[in-house]
């Protein structure tokens, strides 16, 4: 069994910047994928960013330029920093961690950017 702890979320305005951060803990194995993804109210759940275990990262379009993915040297523990942002990243972010075929799910943590 594999557990994701989310964190870093709230309120923030337009323009500002938030770092969310993902401790994965429990049954991992050395290869495997961990990603952000994001869904707002009425909205289906959409990837954001991605990384594997070797390092190689995924961005959706939306986020380009603006987020960056990041692990820690043992991948137990993944960031994503969060840039200039807009209203319409507002959503319950939630973490996940692919390996062997199967994708555990954080609890997510909420996002606001609003004035």
């Known amino acids: 069994q594999v557990q994701l702890v989310e964190s870093g979320g709230g309120l923030v305005q337009p323009g500002g910047s938030l770092r969310l951060s993902c401790v994965a803990s429990g049954s991992i194995f050395s290869i495997y994928t961990m990603g952000w993804y994001r869904q707002a109210p009425g909205k289906q759940r959409e990837l954001v960013a991605a990384i594997t275990r070797g390092g190689r990262t995924n961005y959706a379009d939306f986020v380009k330029d603006r987020f960056t993915i990041s692990g820690d040297n043992a991948m137990k523990t993944v960031y994503l920093q969060m840039n200039s942002l807009k209203p319409e990243d507002t959503a319950v972010y939630y973490c996940?961690?692919?390996?062997?075929?199967?994708?555990?799910w954080g609890q997510g943590t909420q996002v606001t950017v609003s004035s």
């Open positions: 996940n961690l692919g390996q062997l075929g199967v994708v555990y």
